[in-house]
């Protein structure tokens, strides 16, 4: 599957956005799909992932309560809507996706993804 993520920009602290990642293929409803993010010097790190069966999904601690990851089977899409946007929310973000049977406590691990878009940048100034 090939992803491609879109909907980043420049917003002001406590701010909205919402990123889409778009993936080609026939199979998307069965693929787990999730968010990473990666600020200069950091490392990848986990936002949210949704799981494909029921839908379930699991959210970095940080972003708890701020961020919601949703998926359209129907347009082969997920998405990132991003509220009270902080500057240490800062980085490039980075949709990834598996075929594999995860757990909701292993979403968050870089190494169980097979699939992963370009990018998309996000910046949020104070």
């Known amino acids: 599957v090939q992803l491609q993520a879109s909907g980043g920009g420049l917003v002001q602290a406590g701010g909205s956005l919402r990123l889409s990642c778009a993936a080609s293929?026939?199979?998307?409803?069965?693929?787990?799909m999730a968010w990473f993010r990666q600020a200069p010097g950091k490392e990848r790190e986990f936002v949210a992932g949704i799981r494909s069966s029921v839908g379930d999904t699991h959210y970095a601690d940080s972003v708890k309560g701020r961020f919601t990851i949703s998926r359209g089977d129907a347009k082969n899409t997920v998405y990132l809507l991003m509220n009270s946007l902080k500057p240490e929310d800062t980085a490039t973000y980075y949709c990834?996706?598996?075929?594999?049977?995860?757990?909701?406590?292993?979403?968050?691990?870089?190494?169980?993804?097979?699939?992963w878009g370009q990018g998309t940048q996000v910046t949020v100034s104070s």
């Open positions: 990834a996706a598996t075929l594999r049977g995860l757990i909701l406590s292993s979403l968050g691990r870089t190494m169980n993804y097979d699939y």
């Open positions: 293929g026939r199979t998307f409803s069965r693929y787990v």
